[in-house]
């Protein structure tokens, strides 16, 4: 069963990660990227995907042209969990 991270765990994970900023509700993270078109932003979405899907862990999120807003929650935790801090690092790691 994955578990919501405590306040401690989530201050370090967040930490490590200030791209990404704090959601309420629900309990995750999110980061907004900007890409030169609609075409460059669906091909970072297409490497994400199959990120997501490898990991079997998705993201919740939205794209308008060059614009993709991702906001990363573990449903069957009801919060966030270890799984959303790795997904956003790999994530990361497509960005660069
Ligand atoms: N993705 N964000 C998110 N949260 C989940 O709880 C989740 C998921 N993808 C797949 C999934 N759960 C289930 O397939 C596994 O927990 C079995």
Known sequence: MIEKLNDE???????????????????????????????????FMTKVALLAEKADHHPEWSNVYGRVEIMLTTHDAGGLSQRDIDLATAINALAA
């Open 9 to 43: 765990e989530r201050a370090v994970a967040l930490a490590g990660l200030p791209e990404w900023g704090g959601v309420a509700e629900p309990d995750g993270i999110s980061r907004s990227f900007s890409f030169g078109n609609f075409v460059e932003a669906f091909g």
